[in-house]
């Protein structure tokens, strides 16, 4: 028989949303459990330079931020163990949850921030530069392209809107494109063509991603023309794959009310999901935002409304 560990509060996901909701509820004084799954500190592990995370007035970097999340949490009480779920029980409450280590987690009730991934080429020098001139959020990291030439690769709204988004910065963008017209609604399409610093290159991948190693920075790109399968060259400073994003829901298919593209659906201003005790905060509910300030103020939400949900029903 598995170990079975109960608390009032299981938050699943050590991203920026988890750790805040962590903080609030151990602040509550609800004993919070947070698994932190396979990526200890979430998305914000794999990027470098963090300049819009509010209160700091220096660049820092994105796995020192976690580390100081996590150190809080861990502070006002919160217990943080390195596990993952792999299946739910959200038919009754206690709800139940398996994980891969073997152990049965019980609890009352339940926050979900377990994030979402972006999606990738899957080139190997892509990953090489990913945080050095390679990254897949524009709001993120488009100011440090000040008069840089960068390339945006995707065709649909996302792509676009970055696209447009990096115009403010950068002196030259690139769209390329695998097909010949875009999936993007059309009065984003017209802006897009409408836009003087704007280029599209139709029916092209990149192939192979050119830098230096010392410090690293990506210089050029491959470009392969899927048509012709002619190969050319262009230089550039950044590249934004817009290729969309994965919220991380398989677990939850089926037992919880879930978007047409996996992200988990809540109430209007409220983290509350389908079913009572269960609430869902950060990238894994949010395919507009994204940001680690909106995940974290998703977290506080999720642990207020935790709080006022099992106070309600003590009383
Ligand atoms: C390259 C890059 C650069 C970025 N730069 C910035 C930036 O400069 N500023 C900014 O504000 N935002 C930035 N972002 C976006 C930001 O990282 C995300 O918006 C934010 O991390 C979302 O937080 P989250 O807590 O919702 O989830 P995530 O950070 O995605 O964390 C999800 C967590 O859930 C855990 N998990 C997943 N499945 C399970 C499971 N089954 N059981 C238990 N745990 C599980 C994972 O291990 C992980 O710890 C960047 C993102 C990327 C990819």
């Not at 390195?82 to 409450?93: A, C, E, G, Q, Y």
């Not at 010949?180 to 003087?196: C, M, S, T």
Request: aromatic share 6%; charged share 25%; with cysteine.
């Amino acid at each position: 028989m598995s170990e079975i560990i109960h608390s009032k509060l299981l938050i699943l996901g050590s991203g920026p949303a988890g750790y805040t909701a962590a903080i609030y509820a151990s602040r509550a004084m609800l004993e919070p459990i947070l698994l932190t799954g396979i990526e200890p500190g979430g998305q914000m592990t794999i990027t470098t330079d963090v300049e819009n995370y509010p209160g700091f007035s220096d660049v820092v970097q994105g796995p020192w931020l976690m580390e100081e999340m996590r150190d809080q949490a861990k502070k006002v009480g919160t217990k943080i163990i390195l596990d993952t779920i792999i299946d739910v029980d959200l038919s009754k409450r206690p709800f139940i949850l398996k994980s891969d280590s073997d152990v049965v987690y019980s609890c009352d009730s339940l926050i979900i921030s377990t994030g979402a991934q972006a999606k990738w080429l899957g080139l190997e020098s892509e990953a090489k530069y990913k945080g050095y001139g390679v990254s897949a959020c524009a709001t993120c990291d488009g100011f440090f392209y000040k008069d840089k030439k960068v390339v945006v690769v995707g065709g649909g709204n996302t792509a676009v809107e970055e696209a447009l988004f990096l115009t403010n910065f950068a002196k030259k963008v690139t769209l390329i494109h695998r097909r010949k017209e875009l999936r993007a609604e059309k009065i984003l399409q017209k802006k897009l063509f409408d836009h003087p610093k704007i280029e599209v290159i139709w029916d092209s991948e990149i192939k192979e991603i050119l830098g230096s190693d010392n410090p690293p920075s990506v210089e050029n790109i491959t470009v392969r023309n899927m048509i012709s399968n002619a190969e050319s060259q262009i230089d550039v400073d950044g590249v934004f794959i817009a290729i969309g994003h994965s919220p991380s829901s398989k677990i939850f298919k089926d037992k919880l009310k879930i978007s047409d593209t996996g992200y988990i659906l809540t109430d209007p201003d409220s983290t509350a999901t389908s079913i009572t005790g269960v609430f869902a905060a950060g990238d894994v509910t949010d395919d507009k935002y994204r940001q680690a300030v909106t995940a974290a103020g998703m977290g506080c939400m999720a642990a207020l409304e935790v709080e006022s949900l099992l106070s309600s029903e003590e009383s």
